[in-house]
């Protein structure tokens, strides 16, 4: 208690400055209650019927059963008026199309800023096919044989775009006290680089097991397992987590729909943290590293792989659990640009010769490089000389951020980020908000193989992206 004698002998404007910080120092901690965290997590699901055309490859194929649904999952945090919202869908990549319209409803929806909204993909290669070159020259080959396109009972894309905003609005409208934690932990032995110098002066992608023509490795991997996991604040129950790791979600393949190997981190968490625990997934910078191992020769059942891959990174979630840094001090701040970044060009015989090449995507003909470079061809037709590309980063508190890049970034990239912030925890995410081919590093681009001949950018552009998400973070720290 502040002595009244003493405060009558002190100045007006001293005594009215004692009086407003014994006020400050006596109340509740209400100042504290204002910064705690708020967080809300939904799901949903996004199947397509079944009969739809699948992604992920250079040849028309269908649908011919479920695995496990395919689904969207929101994690929404909030401290005071500051809020942003994740969504990670178990597609091969979302669209401009698809996230420009579901971020705009969001926002309308829930009052968080378009620029605080991500909308990733998994990049699983047994979802569906949509917004793409492939699919429009297919469709129209249908329509115009039979007179309808019977592969598509619904136009996919109207449908996803509802999807991200009911799982967001929903996870919004959960938004209650809660603890949030994060870390990063590794795991060994799960992803490979899938480029290689061979003999003859090449790199080569997936050359093989046991490829004696291998020299080296052309690029490095990324173990690190990035973790977030939100927990109720009064009964300490597990809500939902985030898992970022960098590897390609194609191990398993076939016509049934799945969500590949992050299936398997879920069924895993669950299986320890209840039935309705929300098991997110972002893919991490994983451009050119995939599950294969060249150097070891064996062979496990359909979804064997993709079961040892999701359960070991399951297991890592749950063995980390208990070591994972709880924000305390949360500082939620998001930075953003929209970069216009120079896309390759493409030249009128160019187009005429993938025009001409085309079908036999439906016909499983020519060679695997003519069918990829066809559909580049006719994808960069399309888009023009430049593609907007958006860079998010997302600060929880001084030590950890997130970042959010589009496309199919290389591993390098990814490296690059994480070694210049200032961050103690930084998790990097591909394939958020837009597809957009790879993104290789400038030296892979002069070294050629599938991943640059399937990239859309000129050489340079993924070191844009580094160079804006280093700017941001080193400003958001």
């Known amino acids: 208690m502040v ?30 209650a204002r910064d705690a965290m708020r967080a809300g997590v939904a799901e949903i699901d996004i199947n397509p019927p079944v009969g739809h055309r699948m ?14 649904l395919l689904k969207a999952k929101a994690i929404v945090l909030a401290q005071g008026k500051e809020k942003f919202a994740l969504v990670f869908c178990d597609l091969i990549g979302t669209t401009l199309h698809v996230s420009t ?34 699919r429009d020259f297919l469709h129209e080959e249908a329509v115009a044989r039979l007179g309808k396109d019977p592969q598509e009972e619904i136009y996919y894309p109207d449908f996803l775009v509802e999807r991200p905003v009911k799982v967001a609005t929903e996870a919004h409208a959960k938004l209650a006290p809660a603890n949030v934690f994060a870390g ?20 080569v992608f997936n050359p093989g097991v046991l490829n004696t023509n291998i020299v080296k490795l052309a690029g490095p991997v990324d173990p690190s ?41 879920e069924q895993t968490l669950r299986s320890k943290l209840g039935a309705d625990f929300c098991s997110a997934f972002a893919a991490g910078t994983c451009g050119d590293i995939n599950h294969i191992n060249v150097s070891v020769k064996g062979s496990l059942p359909r979804y064997g792989i993709t079961e040892r891959i999701g359960v070991a990174l399951g297991q890592t979630v749950l063995d980390n659990l208990a070591k994972l840094d709880r924000v305390t001090k949360p500082r939620l701040a998001v930075r953003s640009v929209t970069l216009t970044v120079p896309l390759q060009e493409v030249t009128s015989e160019q187009v005429k010769t993938a025009r001409e090449n085309m079908p036999i995507l439906s016909v499983g003909g020519g060679t695997f490089t003519e069918r990829v470079e066809a559909t580049k061809v006719l994808d960069l037709a399309a888009r023009g000389k430049i593609w907007p590309m958006e860079v998010q980063v997302f600060r929880l508190d001084k030590d950890t951020a997130l970042v959010g890049l589009p496309g199919e970034i290389f591993c390098d990239l990814g490296l690059a980020i ?23 590093t400038k030296k ?32 958001l720290h």
């Open 3 to 32: 002595n009244a004698e003493f405060m009558n002998t002190v100045s007006p404007k001293l005594a009215v400055g004692c009086a407003l910080l014994l006020s400050l120092l006596t109340q509740p901690a209400g100042g504290a």
């Open 55 to 68: 992604a992920g490859y250079f040849n028309e194929r269908f649908a011919t059963g479920t695995h496990d």
């Open 101 to 134: 319209n579901a971020r705009a409803r969001i926002s309308a929806q829930t009052g968080i800023p378009v620029s605080h909204i991500l909308i990733a993909a998994t990049h699983t290669h047994t979802g569906p096919l949509f917004d793409d070159v492939r």
């Open 184 to 203: 990063i932990a590794k795991r060994e032995g799960l992803a490979f680089n899938r480029r290689y110098h061979m003999r003859d002066g090449r790199v």
């Open 225 to 265: 397992v990035g973790i977030l996991c939100v927990r109720d604040a009064t009964s300490d129950r597990p809500l939902g987590s985030l898992t970022v790791f960098a590897c390609h979600c194609d191990t398993v393949g076939g016509t049934e729909y799945g969500a590949d190997y992050p299936h398997f981190i």
């Open 418 to 440: 994480k070694s210049a912030s200032p961050f103690k925890k930084t998790i990097v995410m591909s394939l958020c908000n837009d597809r957009l081919g790879y993104v290789p």
């Open 444 to 475: 892979a681009s002069t070294e050629g193989s599938y991943e640059v001949t399937n990239a859309r950018v000129k050489p340079g552009g993924g070191e844009m992206l580094v160079e804006a998400a280093v700017k941001f973070l080193k400003q």
